[in-house]
């Protein structure tokens, strides 16, 4: 009850110092996946910005549970723990946000703030008002919809990495404000070093000890039914790692990357030497390393095709996937790789890979691929949000 009191309290002076201070120029708020570490297209934007502007106006609003890390990690970042009440008077008074998912509804805007939605990463599943039926504890499909739309409405500003996903957030959103149509600034970094052969080898050195040999990277989407109960999460590994290994050259590595909350439960004992989980390394640079992706159903597959490298694809539950879960925008066989639909087929196409260095006959669908979902990465787009955060400022 009282909890529920101090809440409220804390909604009503938040909203009402949102609505009669003015905000305070300069100031940029910035988060990541509601207060995780800083990370994607925020973090991009900021590494841009620091370049041209006072740092000590840049700010990141981190959940307290992550603020012992962060600081840890990001030592010379201002760090500011959500929901205390420097956040607020922040948050309330910022001339700029910058942040790559949803804030709460009930948190106002100040009107001369300026939202700046990064969102984060090229639609494959169905979102927002496209989602047919959504089943989350403690709303109605109806009410999610509604509360999704009245979000983006706030948006200044939305990034599309691509047209495709332009019109589906324009259609899934009810987005009517600012696209900005510059490719996603945490894609830079790929863009600009997919030919950096030095920097690739430090990389190799740094994450597997090595710069000899091919690293095939796995990277599944999230799954419901690695929940088992509250609190309590468990990775299904889709193939046997002995069956894997065999297929691989004797220098090669399988890299396992995993959704956070099911890192710890995976066990490569007595792979050790051949097989590694990631799960702190930033995902850019587990891709300038890996020679193959493979996945499902996960949106690395976009970011993973600036490289216009080898991809596989593994949905060993596509019929329950599709079936059960919110559906697909892009007709799935038209991904730039061949589909193994089960375990065996997996095994053939990497034997295939190792001895041929590539999957041959599936050019044409790559071409498409990348021209559809990568022709605006052009490796500028955190220094065109500077500018435009320069600009604005300076009016």
Same mark, same amino acid.
Not at 83 to 112: D, Q
Not at 176 to 187: A, C, D, T, V
Not at 202 to 221: C, D, F, H, S
């Given at each position: 009850?009282?909890?529920?009191?101090?809440?409220?309290?804390?909604?009503i002076?938040?909203?009402?110092?949102?609505?009669?201070?003015?905000?305070?120029?300069?100031?940029?708020?910035?988060?990541?996946?509601?207060?995780k570490?800083?990370?994607?297209?925020?973090?991009?934007?900021?590494?841009?910005?620091?370049?041209?502007?006072?740092?000590?106006?840049?700010?990141?609003?981190?959940?307290?549970?992550?603020?012992?890390?962060?600081?840890?990690?990001?030592?010379?970042?201002?760090?500011?723990?959500?929901?205390?009440?420097?956040?607020?008077?922040?948050?309330?008074?910022?001339?700029?946000?910058?942040?790559?998912?949803?804030?709460?509804?009930?948190?106002?805007?100040?009107?001369g703030?300026?939202?700046?939605?990064?969102?984060?990463?090229?639609?494959?599943?169905?979102?927002?008002?496209?989602?047919?039926?959504?089943?989350?504890? *403690?709303?109605?499909?109806?009410?999610?919809?509604?509360?999704?739309?009245?979000?983006?409405?706030?948006w200044?500003?939305?990034?599309?990495?691509?047209?495709?996903?332009?019109?589906?957030?324009k259609?899934?959103? #009810?987005? #009517?404000?600012?696209?900005?149509?510059?490719?996603?600034?945490?894609?830079?970094?790929?863009?600009?070093? $997919?030919?950096? #052969?030095k920097?690739?080898?430090?990389? $190799?050195?740094?994450?597997i000890?090595?710069?000899?040999?091919?690293?095939?990277?796995?990277?599944?989407?999230?799954?419901?039914?690695?929940?088992?109960?509250?609190?309590?999460?468990?990775?299904?590994?889709?193939?046997?790692?002995?069956?894997?290994?065999?297929?691989?050259? #004797?220098?090669?590595?399988?890299?396992?990357?995993?959704?956070?909350?099911v *890192?710890?439960?995976?066990?490569?004992?007595?792979?050790?030497?051949?097989?590694?989980?990631?799960?702190?390394?930033?995902?850019?640079?587990?891709?300038?390393i890996?020679?193959?992706?493979?996945?499902?159903?996960?949106?690395v597959?976009?970011?993973?095709?600036?490289?216009?490298?080898?991809?596989?694809?593994?949905?060993?539950?596509?019929?329950?996937?599709k079936?059960?879960?919110?559906?697909?925008?892009?007709?799935?066989?038209?991904?730039?790789?061949?589909?193994?639909?089960?375990?065996?087929?997996?095994?053939?196409?990497?034997?295939?890979?190792?001895?041929? *260095?590539?999957?041959?006959?599936?050019?044409?669908?790559?071409?498409?691929?990348?021209?559809?979902f990568?022709?605006?990465?052009?490796?500028?787009?955190?220094q065109?949000?500077?500018?435009?955060?320069?600009?604005?400022?300076?009016?």
């Amino acid at each position: 009850m009282i909890k529920r009191i101090i809440s409220k309290v804390y909604k009503i002076i938040f909203n009402i110092t949102a609505t009669i201070f003015p905000v305070r120029k300069d100031v940029v708020l910035f988060e990541s996946f509601n207060g995780k570490l800083p990370s994607d297209n925020p973090y991009a934007i900021y590494q841009e910005l620091v370049k041209q502007t006072d740092k000590a106006n840049l700010y990141w609003g981190i959940k307290k549970v992550h603020i012992k890390e962060a600081k840890q990690q990001f030592p010379d970042l201002n760090l500011v723990p959500r929901f205390s009440v420097k956040w607020l008077w922040l948050t309330t008074r910022a001339n700029f946000w910058v942040f790559n998912s949803r804030m709460p509804n009930w948190l106002k805007k100040n009107k001369g703030t300026i939202y700046i939605q990064t969102w984060h990463g090229t639609p494959l599943k169905k979102l927002g008002a496209d989602i047919q039926d959504v089943a989350m504890p *403690g709303t109605s499909t109806e009410q999610y919809k509604n509360n999704f739309i009245l979000e983006a409405s706030r948006w200044d500003y939305l990034i599309a990495p691509n047209e495709y996903s332009e019109k589906i957030f324009k259609q899934a959103f #009810q987005f #009517q404000n600012n696209i900005l149509e510059i490719g996603y600034p945490r894609n830079d970094e790929l863009v600009n070093n $997919k030919n950096n #052969q030095k920097l690739q080898d430090g990389l $190799k050195e740094k994450i597997i000890g090595k710069k000899n040999g091919r690293v095939i990277l796995y990277a599944p989407t999230w799954r419901d039914d690695y929940f088992i109960k509250k609190g309590s999460y468990k990775f299904y590994m889709p193939f046997s790692l002995e069956k894997m290994v065999k297929c691989l050259g #004797q220098d090669d590595t399988l890299i396992i990357r995993p959704h956070y909350l099911v *890192g710890d439960s995976i066990d490569i004992k007595g792979y050790e030497d051949r097989v590694k989980v990631c799960m702190d390394e930033a995902i850019n640079d587990l891709y300038l390393i890996s020679d193959l992706l493979i996945t499902d159903y996960s949106s690395v597959m976009f970011d993973f095709a600036i490289l216009q490298r080898p991809m596989l694809f593994y949905p060993y539950d596509m019929a329950h996937y599709k079936e059960k879960l919110r559906g697909f925008y892009l007709d799935y066989n038209e991904v730039p790789g061949p589909i193994a639909e089960d375990e065996e087929k997996l095994y053939e196409f990497i034997r295939n890979f190792v001895s041929q *260095g590539q999957f041959s006959g599936y050019d044409r669908k790559k071409e498409r691929f990348e021209q559809l979902f990568c022709s605006w990465e052009s490796g500028e787009a955190s220094q065109k949000i500077t500018n435009l955060i320069v600009e604005r400022e300076s009016n």
